[in-house]
């Protein structure tokens, strides 16, 4: 609702303006009565000694209500203004009762008009003040001129004695009935105008408060008219799309929401809960969320539809994320259940055939296959503590490490790795960065980033390692190697998927697992070069 201080001002221009009306209407009439009759005694034959008093009246009304004009831009008190206006109408009225010949003067009806004004510019009582100013003036003005006073205005007692009661008693019951009938009806007008002000107030003020409210809420909104055109975009949309207002007005919404079933076909069957697309003007792609509804106006009539959406492309992160986590779960319960059925018999297999070797009349020829088998019982082995290490990893044991310092025994260890003879290995780090994580369980992980680059860049490449210490610290891991394609992005990290033909696809599954561990996150994106890049982030805590 609006203050005080603002209905005031309301009602201040309210007053100002009809005033100005007043002043304006006045003139008009003045100059139609009092020229008229300025015009009609030039042509007649008698009382031509009237029509220089009437021009002067003419002028004076001009200059009053020019000065009335400039003065009311001027002054605050604009009801103590209007009062001297409707006193000095009755002084005017007055006057020229008595230059048009008193008690037969044919303007005495113009005090009626006096009265209506007031009613329209004043309040009922003060109307009934100003008629019983009006009867009191011309009253006074029969009276002397009655008793032969106004015998130097030319004003005699040139009617009879019940003229002069009759003329007294009917204007004194016109002027305050006009009076009391006027007043009511613009009481009732100005209480009606009231009404209608306090609720266009009222509808401007919800207008506003509805801007505001499609302007702050978080979700997307934007109306569709009946031939598909987008005609309005609230401030949310434009954050989420990238488009602004004057992007997107009156442009064709399937076009630029191709993703978005947002056609005429909305209109027939509304969306409760739908997914869609949109690509940003960089490239980017968005999964939205959205729903859609007719939108019919205040008489009921089609207005298109109404399309809100949201952003839903973290959500769906977190969501694989989380699936990714109920695959790593599974696999771990999986691997609580069969760990000891397999590495039992493995064993046994083993050392068994580890027997068979000692014996003496084995054969160099079943040595060797014997030997075989006792190599793959230990790879198999081994396969299954990677496996179980992944499944089920350690908590890790944070402390406070410096990062600088497990990057360059990483780089130490890679350098005495034939793997690595042909690989450049580049450094862009210097200052010391401490982090507080598992240093085991992370030079783990670095090995294995490291070793995926060696062999994604066939032996030969080059292979940086890249320190940000802001938001809690970032570990970057980058080769130039051919890159992850868009369509394995997706399953990377996911356990048994490799892309070698000797691969257990369990190597950045542990990094993935260590960092979850960690209460960070590895993401992959491409480098510059034009390879894989990997960002382990931390959490600002652990910094």
């Keep these: 609702m609006v203050t005080d201080s603002s209905a005031a001002q309301q009602k201040n221009k309210a007053d100002s303006r009809s005033l100005t009306w007043y002043l304006i209407c006045r003139t008009a009439v003045i100059t139609f009565l009092l020229g008229g009759a300025a015009i009609f005694y030039l042509r007649g034959s008698v009382n031509r000694t009237l029509i220089p008093p009437l021009f002067v009246l003419i002028g004076i009304a001009y200059a009053e209500a020019l000065i009335s004009a400039v003065l009311l831009k001027r002054i605050s008190r604009l009801q103590v203004f209007t009062q001297l206006q409707i006193v000095w109408d009755l002084l005017f009225v007055t006057v020229l009762i008595l230059l048009t010949g008193g008690v037969e003067s044919v303007f005495s009806f113009a005090y009626l008009l006096v009265i209506v004004s007031a009613s329209f510019l004043l309040s009922r009582r003060l109307t009934i003040l100003a008629a019983a100013c009006a009867v009191i003036l011309f009253g006074g003005i029969l009276d002397l001129q009655f008793f032969n006073y106004l015998q130097f205005l030319h004003l005699y007692r040139s009617a009879s004695d019940s003229a002069f009661f009759s003329a007294i008693f009917v204007h004194s019951v016109a002027f305050f009935l006009t009076a009391i009938l006027s007043g009511t009806l613009a009481d009732r007008w100005r209480h009606s105008e009231a009404q209608l002000q306090r609720k266009t107030i009222d509808y401007a003020e919800l207008e506003k408060m509805n801007r505001t409210i499609l302007s702050h809420i978080s979700s997307g909104l934007m109306l569709i008219n009946s031939a598909g055109r987008i005609r309005s975009f609230n401030r949310a949309a434009s954050d989420i799309t990238g488009l602004s207002l004057q992007d997107v007005y009156d442009q064709d919404a399937s076009q630029l929401f191709p993703g978005l079933l947002v056609g005429s076909q909305a209109t027939i069957k509304p969306l409760k809960r739908s997914e869609g697309y949109h690509i940003k003007s960089g490239g980017e792609r968005l999964i939205l969320g959205y729903a859609t509804t007719p ?208 691969g257990t696809g369990l190597g950045l599954a542990s990094v993935y697992s260590i960092l979850e561990a960690h209460g960070g996150a590895v993401t992959i994106d491409e480098s510059e070069s034009g390879g894989a890049r990997f960002r382990l982030q931390f959490p600002v805590e652990n910094s």
């Design 295 to 502: 939108a019919r106006g205040s008489q009921g009539e089609d207005l298109g539809i109404l399309v809100t959406f949201q952003d839903l492309t973290k959500l769906k992160k977190i969501e694989e994320e989380l699936k990714q986590a109920d695959r790593l779960a599974a696999i771990g319960r999986l691997a609580a259940g069969m760990a000891h059925e397999i590495r039992n018999p493995l064993a046994s297999i083993s050392g068994s055939v580890q027997l068979l070797m000692e014996a003496e009349h084995a054969k160099s020829e079943d040595l060797h296959l014997m030997d075989i088998v006792v190599k793959e019982a230990d790879r198999l082995n081994g396969l299954l503590t990677d496996f179980l290490n992944f499944a089920r990893p350690k908590q890790p044991t944070k402390e406070a490490v410096d990062v600088v310092s497990i990057l360059d025994q990483l780089i130490d260890l890679l350098k005495a790795d034939y793997r690595f003879e042909k690989i450049e290995i580049e450094c862009h780090y210097s200052d010391k960065f401490e982090i507080k994580l598992d240093r085991s369980q992370i030079l783990q992980a670095l090995w294995d980033l490291a070793i995926n680059a060696g062999e994604a860049m066939q032996k030969k490449g080059r292979l940086i390692f890249t320190l940000d210490n802001s938001h809690g610290g970032v570990i970057i891991v980058e080769d130039t190697g051919p890159g992850i394609s868009e369509e394995i992005k997706a399953r990377i990290f996911e356990p048994f998927f490799s892309t070698k033909e000797r």
